[in-house]
């Protein structure tokens, strides 16, 4: 009875409808199908990129090694790229890295993690909503600034009580990368400490305990793997600084365990030579990418070691 009723012009505007809805459908399966390819070529981007730094810093590392014996480079303690008798010890390079990095982590592990329990446990939630984004302004401070400061205020002040400090030195950027990675070691903390679940904290509460017993012997052994995890991160980042240490610790390429000597980290001597003291296709010119390589290496290395703490020691609930 319907067709019966239904005119020749319905009839027509009802086809256009199908045939509209069905090139919409078309049209709406090919965009299904192209999302995945496009969402997959965005994601393929941060690969690529991470090929091609290996590809450029590999291709460039295995020329320098065509000069200079591997053996040489990784074991030598003189650096002295642009002498007439040109020696390329990376250890001084690697004995500013690491001496930098460690007292970075011993002046930003403990008081990290002193903020991070105040925060998770005796912080109020209205203090920890105010203090917890002031922490978290320190890292974004530009690093050029913390190098400036280290030169021209902690330096100064740390000779009133060491006279035998150098201009430029290791001790004081160190101090102050420390000042830099304390934000990411706390908040990265107090987040593994708030995920701890709270019937845990209520029942050792219920047993007697105290809050500083709740947080040592419960909350902190249970948010361990987090704790860990951050610590690694917050040294990798000290590793990889560049400008805090190439303004405060100087160019000096001194192999010694003496923090109140200038000493330089692989990362200035990569700003160094990328000044312009080196021509392409010099050794010196090479050795920036042997160094770079190195580095890379080194940081990589701590990021998979954080991984693997994390997992030895992650507590599911």
Do not use: H
């Not at 074991?75 to 460690?102: A, D, I, R, Y």
């Not at 007292?103 to 990290?112: C, E, F």
């Not at 993690?113 to 109020?124: D, N």
């Not at 109140?260 to 010196?284: F, L, R």
């Amino acid at each position: 009875m319907i067709n019966q009723g239904m005119t020749k012009k319905d009839k027509v505007n009802i086809r256009e409808m199908i045939d509209q809805n069905q090139r919409g459908n078309s049209i709406r399966r090919k965009v299904e199908k192209a999302i995945p390819i496009f969402l997959s070529l965005i994601a393929s981007i941060s690969v690529l990129t991470t090929i091609g730094i290996i590809w450029t810093l590999l291709s460039e590392t295995v020329e320098f090694f065509k000069r200079v014996p591997f053996l040489d480079f990784f074991t030598g303690t003189v650096l002295k790229p642009l002498s007439q008798n040109p020696e390329f010890g990376v250890l001084p390079l690697l004995m500013g890295t690491v001496t930098s990095s460690l007292i970075a982590l011993l002046v930003a592990a403990p008081i990290g993690l002193m903020a991070a329990i105040y925060l998770s446990e005796y912080a109020s939630p209205k203090v920890r909503k105010v203090v917890k984004p002031i922490l978290e302004l320190l890292a974004g401070v530009p690093t050029i600034v913390y190098g400036f400061f280290a030169f021209t205020f902690v330096t100064p002040l740390l000779r009133e009580f060491i006279p035998s400090l150098q201009a430029t030195n290791i001790l004081s950027p160190g101090l102050v990368m420390g000042v830099m990675i304390i934000p990411m070691i706390a908040s990265l903390s107090e987040d593994a400490m708030s995920s701890v679940p709270t019937a845990m904290r209520e029942g050792a509460s219920g047993l007697g305990a105290t809050k500083l017993e709740v947080t040592r012997k419960v909350v902190i052994p249970a948010a361990l793997s987090g704790i860990i995890a951050s610590f690694v991160l917050g040294i990798s980042r000290a590793i990889g600084e560049t400008m805090i240490v190439t303004i405060a610790s100087g160019s000096t390429k001194n192999f010694t365990f003496d923090i109140t000597q200038s000493m330089q980290t692989m990362t200035a001597y990569i700003v160094e030579v990328t000044g312009g003291d080196a021509a392409t296709g010099t050794t010196v010119y090479y050795s920036l990418y042997a160094v770079a390589m190195t580095l890379f290496v080194f940081t990589l290395i701590m990021n998979l070691l954080a991984r693997a703490v994390s997992k030895r020691f992650r507590e599911e609930y």
